[in-house]
Structures are given as C-alpha cells and as structure tokens.
C-alpha cells in the first residue's frame, strides 16, 4: 500500500529532513515530492528533481482545468505504481508557526480515486518537523512587512552559505502520527459530515457524493490531518520561551523571570 506523508510546511529544507529520515536514516525509499514551481530555479530546481520533486503551478492559467486533470493523474499513477507520495496540505509555508488553512485540490483527487476503486488503498502518513529556528532570514522580514523576495539563484546560495555558518539554529525534530487506511478514514468522516448542518444533503453512500460533497469531505479530512500533524509536533525550548514571554506584563524582565523560579535552565531542560 502506497503512503502518503503529509506533514506540516515550515520551510525550504522540510523536503530534504524528511528523505534524510527515510532513506538515509531507516532505509525506507524517499516519496516523490509536490513542489511549487518557485523552486524550480537554476540549479536548485535540478537538485530537488534528483530527490523526487515535481513541481506544481501556483497561479492559475487559460489551461488550468486541462492541467489539473494532467497532475492529478500523474499523482495517481505515481500511487498506482507503490510509490510513496509527499506534499503540503497547507500550499505554502507557515510564515507565523501556526497551521495554514488547508489545500485540498490533491487530496480530493486521490479520496476520488479510493473511492472509485482506481486506488486499493492509501495510507496518510501525517508528521510534524519542527525548528527551533528557520534557516530562511526572509521569513522574518516579511513578518515586519518587507515584501516576499521570489525565490533565485542568489538568493538560495546567500541563505545557504552564509547563514548556517553565523547562527546557531539548534535542533529539528520529526515526528511521525499513526499512520492510517484513507478508504477507512473516508467512510468515518462521511457520517461525520452528514451530521454537520452543511453536509445534511451528502449521499449516505459514497459512490454517491458529487463533486461538491467530496470537496467538503476533503476539507474535513484535511483538518483532521493537519491537526493529527500538529498533535504529533514537539513543543521546544523556543515556543516555552515565547509562552513565557508572552504571558507575563510589559517590561517584566528576564531577571524578574529568575525572581520567579523561572531561569533560561528551567526553561532549556523543559
């Protein structure tokens, strides 16, 4: 049975954490990668295809119906064939650290194909990768309202060379859900929909939902996983600090913290 990994977008280097664990790591062959085509760059571009990305357009075009039914069979004979498939539910990556609202334009197509027998099964794989810090500077900037740069050649090889040698960006951690069957899981969410006051009018039987039925079934699936993802996340020096931080007054210092039985050693081994 296929898997589907589907873990939570924070940055650039989620792609190639995720195949160092797989493959080098577990010996388990790396999934093929939906990546957006503002990474399709000199250089970087041929490097992420030898690690199985395909990149996906991000706006749309006069062809876009044309193209989705291209991709999305593509991504279907990708699972047919027993490869592993990976891809963001949430689109683009996180620029906050919260959850992005999910994107479900792919998983719709492969909960088409489960239900339609062209697919046997699918396990959904959700995971988190967490940071204690991004690597990308540009995020930071963009918060504080600076525009977003589009991705090049330069740009990719300053963020790579120069930061990694003038910052200390602490430890990543992956952590892997239960994995589990999307055949199963789609019959469970259909009731669960039809008890909702939108989904009323979705067919009992699943070879019955229309197109809109099964988008709304995707959504719903898609937040579980993101928040199955979430769950899975570690909760980091970083984020304690900023909890800390964020729950005392203004001005309070990081000496009156200490008073208070809080020091940055407490905070560390938490």
Known sequence: VPILYLPLHKSHLDYIILMFVLCLTEGIPSPFVAAGDN????????FFRKL???????????????????MGEYLIQLLKSGSSVEFFLEGR???????????????????GAVRDGVLADVLICPLSITFDKVYEESLTSELRGSPKVQENIMTALWETVKYPFRHHYGSIHVNFSEPFSLAEFMDQSLVAVRQSDSGRSIPANLMNVGRDGMFQLATFMGDHILNDALEA???????????????????TSLRHLEHRGLTWRSVLMA
């Open 93 to 111: 990556r996180s620029r906050t650290g919260l959850v992005n609202p999910t994107k479900v334009g792919l998983l719709t197509k492969i909960a």
């Open 39 to 46: 990474l399709n760059i000199t250089l970087v571009g041929t």
């Open 233 to 251: 996340g570690t909760i980091n020096s970083p984020a304690i600090l900023s909890v800390l931080l964020l729950n005392t007054p203004r001005q």
């Open 52 to 70: 199985g990305a395909f990149f996906i357009r991000r706006k749309e075009g006069p062809d876009q119906e044309l193209y989705k039914a291209i």
